[in-house]
């Protein structure tokens, strides 16, 4: 196992922002979180939104400018394509493409687009990407009271010779570099991030879950003690292994739990379920994944729609949504997030 160089607030020269007007598109998760946190730190920054945007007032409101999406990449020489995945290949080519400039910079939270050609940038741009390891809310928490939270930093085109540079500035002016830095490749930034929700936070999770819930009711327990095993526990062990690792939520729990983690897990997560995350993989690193999910969502998304409402009935919901209407602590959770 080979260990990344974590790079960190010396390793950034945040001269190389002071030089930039940067636009970023998109107010949401992330975009507000760029946009305020640069604004704030003396960049000159605008944000760019469609006309009519129910994020505009927000960010009037923190006193960045609000121009629509074409004149804030003319205007600007960095540009930070913070709109949803879905999205961004259409507003490129429609909106950001014709306003470009030769030795712009593009930046990118995820590498979806590029990766798989959605987008496919001219060779006179700086392509790159900074992303943080949390959601924009954390992201801004952190890094207003001094801190920061890691990062990603990737270049897919080097056109100036300073792709780098304004990599490690950009992630500096998030306050990333107080938290820590890796340098990866849009390809393994977008492959792992892809398997990884796939594979083992939503939808191995999700599954996990479920099939854990209708084992028991199957068998005949209530379903609201079913939810309490299957879902709500399930915060408790991952706080615990968020904390310390794996080590340190089998420390904490009782020794009968430890043994059935160690002789009925590789059960539940066999052979069968390593083949199928291969498989997973493949289908990611191929391509075959990202094609299928485009022609999703240029088609209206039928199958998505579908599944979506199909996840939203099942008893577990029903369940849980009774349940958790008396847990008093998650009434103002939202806000705390
Ligand atoms: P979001 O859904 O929170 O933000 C959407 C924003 O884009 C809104 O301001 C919306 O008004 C605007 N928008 C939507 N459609 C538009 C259009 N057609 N034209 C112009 N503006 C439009 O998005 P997000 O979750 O912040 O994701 C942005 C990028 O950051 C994505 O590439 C995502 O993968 C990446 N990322 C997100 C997170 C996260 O925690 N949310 C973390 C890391 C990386
Ligand atoms: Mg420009």
């Given at each position: ?24 598109i998109g107010?949401g998760s992330q ?19 469609r ?30 394509v913070l709109i949803p995945d879905t999205v961004q290949g259409r507003v490129y080519r429609e909106e950001i ?11 990118f939270a995820h590498g979806f687009n590029v990766h798989f050609d959605e987008i496919q ?65 849009f390809a393994?930034e977008t492959e792992t991030d892809l398997f990884g929700e796939q594979a083992v936070l939503c939808g191995g999770l999700s599954a996990?879950?479920q ?65 199928a995350m291969q498989e997973i993989l493949d289908e990611i690193r191929s391509g075959a994944f990202a094609r299928r999910w485009i022609d999703e969502w240029e088609g209206d998304a039928p199958e998505f729609n579908r599944m979506r409402a199909e996840g939203r009935s099942h008893?577990?919901e ?20």
């Open positions: 196992m080979s260990t990344a160089r974590i790079l960190t607030v010396d390793d950034a020269n945040p001269e190389v922002l002071a030089r930039k007007k940067v636009a970023v107010y975009g507000a979180a760029h946009a305020r946190l640069l604004h704030q730190g003396g960049t000159d920054v605008r944000v760019g939104l006309e009519g945007s129910a994020s505009a007032s927000a960010a009037r409101k923190a006193g960045i400018p609000v121009v629509p999406v074409a004149d804030a990449v003319a205007e600007a020489n960095l540009i930070a493409a014709p306003n470009l400039n030769p030795g712009d910079a593009l930046l940038p001219s060779e006179d741009v700086d392509v790159i990407m900074v992303a943080p390891k949390s959601p924009g809310p954390m992201l801004y928490r952190e890094a207003s009271q001094g801190n920061g939270v890691p990062a990603l930093i990737a270049i897919h085109q080097d056109a100036t010779g300073h792709a780098r540079d304004i990599a490690l500035a950009y992630a500096h002016g998030l306050g990333s570099t107080r938290a820590g830095v890796l340098e990866t490749t393994e996990l879950i099939a854990g819930f209708e084992t028991l009711v199957d068998a005949g327990y209530q379903p609201e003690v079913a939810y309490f095993e299957c879902l709500h526990e399930m915060k408790l062990i991952v706080d615990l292994a968020y904390q310390g690792g794996l080590t340190g939520m089998r420390e904490r729990v009782s020794d009968t739990a430890e043994w059935g983690d160690y002789v009925s897990g590789p059960r539940v997560i066999g052979k069968e379920s390593r083949k008893p577990l029903e369940v849980g949504t009774r349940l958790r209407a008396r847990m008093a602590w998650l009434q103002d959770a939202e806000e705390k997030s």
